[in-house]
């Protein structure tokens, strides 16, 4: 041991249980490591370190291996079978050298081995390193609950926060319907009404349907992140379905030509008609709402191996890049009309996104900024046997 190499500090009142059987082995080690500023317990058996250890647990424990009456392993083994002293680092000291010695020592839980005669600054690096070590995981440990903690509180106040918007919702859900369903019919008297008037009462009868629309998808959209809705399939033959819904959607579409690319014959689809409803008239309206008086607006739909795919093609200003990727996640909105208007309320396209991933299938977008955007989506013409079936394969087109 070398009398002259530097001594570098051990971490601050670094409390050490040392365990020997050899009295002159204690004294020794315990004088060299205060030196380093360690605090030193010293007990000669392996019975007195347990009791050691009850009364106050150390940082690290060093533990001579061939001891009478308990062993080393033996007091490891205790150590690491009680979950109040399993994290305690056990560094076993040994003049036992051998190979299968040292794999004993770490199977039993040591953290390190020394071999007997020690240079004391191989000994303080051992320790050194694993209360290091030791320090950095309970401080890990100590940021992971933290973070836990954090975590719950945001779910929490992330729970509050859609019930309370529930609350709202519903809260103006009968009046909007009361006053929905006025603005219809002054729309639909528009003929004895003055002039001035028949303009602003149609578009005050888009704005509501718009705001209906928005309130259904903050109901639904939150049932289904809590998996409240369960899909209730059914058989709907959609070509005609589609001709109905977009009738439906008739004030919405006036400034508009639509053309649909329909198959000449029926098609039989299974799947959720209202959520599927709601998807389509999702997208018809966000089409709908930017696009220039007098475009075009393709609905496309067609059989795709055992998949139906539409699609719905605008004329609309486009979509920026770097929008395409995150414009189906929650509240994203991007601004893309001519007029400044954000895309959607952000949960329109979220809707359709876990609509359609509850059928199985995938949706997407593809756009060109200046000449429009085609939205599209691929669901199982069957309903899925089981919950086990996998989703469609995924693809763009």
């Known amino acids: 041991m070398s009398e002259t190499a530097e001594k570098p500090e051990a971490p601050k009142l670094a409390n050490i249980l040392l365990v020997d059987d050899t009295p002159a082995n204690l004294k020794v080690l315990t004088e060299l490591l205060k ?6 317990r010293a007990v000669p058996s392996g019975k007195l370190a347990l009791k050691s250890v009850a009364h106050s647990q150390p940082d690290l424990i060093l533990l001579d291996i061939n001891m009478p009456e308990m062993n080393g392993y033996e007091v490891c083994q205790q150590l690491k079978d009680n ?4 994290s305690i680092p056990v560094i076993f000291i040994s003049a036992l050298d051998d190979v299968q010695d040292k794999i004993q020592a770490f199977r039993q839980g040591g953290v390190d081995y020394i071999t007997k005669p020690f240079q004391i600054e191989e000994v303080h690096a051992r320790i050194k390193t694993h209360l290091t070590i030791d320090t950095l995981q309970r401080e890990l440990q100590e940021k992971n609950l933290r973070l836990e903690s954090q975590l719950q509180q945001l779910k929490e106040m992330e729970s509050m926060q859609d019930t309370w918007l529930n609350m709202v919702v519903h809260d103006i859900r009968v009046p909007l319907t009361t006053a929905t369903l006025l603005i219809s019919y002054m729309d639909e008297e528009a003929d004895a009404l003055p002039p001035k008037f028949v303009g602003p009462i149609h578009e005050t009868n888009k704005i509501m349907e718009r705001m209906k629309m928005a309130l259904e998808n903050i109901l639904d959209l939150g049932k ?3 998996g409240k809705i369960s899909l209730k399939y059914e058989k709907l033959e959609l070509v005609s379905s589609l001709q109905v819904w977009l009738e439906e959607l008739e004030i919405l579409s006036s400034h508009v030509q639509v053309e649909l690319f329909l198959p000449p014959d029926p098609l039989e ?3 959720d008609q209202q959520l599927l409803k709601r998807v389509i008239v999702n ?15 393709q609905l496309t739909l067609r059989q795709e191996e055992q998949a139906i795919y539409i699609a719905i093609a605008d004329q609309g200003p486009g979509i920026p890049q770097e929008y395409r990727e995150k414009i189906f996640e929650k509240f994203v909105q991007v601004q893309l009309s001519h007029h400044g208007d954000p895309a959607s309320s952000g949960l329109g396209l979220t809707f359709c996104k876990m609509a359609i991933e509850a059928h199985r299938g995938q949706i997407g977008v593809e756009s060109e900024v200046g000449k429009g955007s085609t939205f599209w989506f691929k669901i199982p013409l069957k309903a899925p046997k089981d919950s086990l079936e996998p989703p469609l394969p995924s693809e763009s087109h």
């Open 83 to 86: 979950p109040e002293t399993a």
């Open 269 to 271: 689809l299974e799947a």
């Open 283 to 297: 997208l018809l309206s966000n089409a709908f709402r930017f696009a220039n008086i007098g475009s075009k607006i």
């Open 224 to 226: 289904m992140e809590e």
């Open 35 to 40: 030196e380093y500023n360690y605090k030193v």
